[in-house]
């Protein structure tokens, strides 16, 4: 099991769109529906923004979307606040019911 | 509202067993959930050690599948991780955290403990 590829930081202006990139195989997020996206904020728990590649939880900004195309997946922060500075972590569900992790993007907001 | 607490040893020797607790409240833990042990080496990214369910039934990292034994006290509502033969390489903050069956992200954690391997 291999991390899953993340761009090490993205940044943009406020009331911007990002987004960020998680590039798997067809053993992870290219052969599953499932993958999350996670924020954390320093010295805090990560918390789920995206689960199933497309689904927000309840209470999560509708700002934050997601989507897959072959073994790269994307998450998509549109009309960026500055509450949206953190890092974020995609996973995917891979074979043999475990999960991989992705190596973690910083954004920031200019 | 469901929460998740850790608790354990902060300091643990190389060589010996790391063992730590998660304690569920505000829901019960024989419910259609998996519960989740995660660790984060410090300034490093997320790495998943494996699961639970409330059965029994276990699942774990390929890479820790040697070291690590995950279990539940429905009586208690909580679960347990143990990772053995630990080294300064075990060094991290671990989480417990919850997945819920038929989706696949983990939906509530617990605020994470570091547990530093040293002698």
């Known amino acids: 099991q291999s991390a899953l590829t993340q761009p090490a930081s993205v940044s943009g202006s406020p009331g911007q769109s990002i987004t960020i990139s998680c590039t798997g195989t067809?053993?992870?997020?290219?052969?599953?529906?499932?993958v999350s996206w996670y924020q954390q904020y320093p010295g805090k728990a990560p918390k789920l923004m995206i689960y199933d590649v497309t689904n927000r939880p309840s209470g999560v900004s509708i700002r934050f979307s997601g989507s897959k195309s072959g073994n790269t997946a994307s998450l998509t922060i549109s009309g960026l606040q500055t509450e949206d500075e953190a890092d974020y972590y995609c996973s995917s569900y891979a074979s043999s019911s475990t999960y991989v992790f992705g190596t973690g993007t910083k954004v920031t907001v200019l | 509202q469901v929460q998740l607490q850790e608790s354990g040893p902060g300091l643990v020797k190389p060589s010996q067993t790391l063992s730590l607790t998660c304690t569920v409240s505000?829901?019960?833990?024989?419910?259609?959930?998996?519960w989740s042990w995660l660790r984060q080496h410090p300034g490093k990214g997320l790495e998943w050690i494996g699961y639970i369910y409330y059965s029994g039934r276990t699942y774990y990292n390929p890479s820790l599948k040697s070291r690590v034994t995950i279990s539940v006290d429905t009586s208690k509502n909580e679960f347990s991780l143990k990772l053995s033969s630990v080294t300064a390489a075990d060094t991290a903050v671990y989480y417990c955290?919850?997945?819920?069956?038929?989706?696949?992200?983990?939906?509530?954690w617990g605020q994470g403990t570091l547990v530093t391997v040293s002698s």
């Open positions: 955290a919850r997945r819920t069956t038929g989706t696949t992200g983990f939906d509530y």
């Open positions: 067809s053993s992870d997020v290219g052969g599953y529906n499932y």
């Open positions: 505000g829901g019960s833990i024989s419910g259609s959930y998996y």
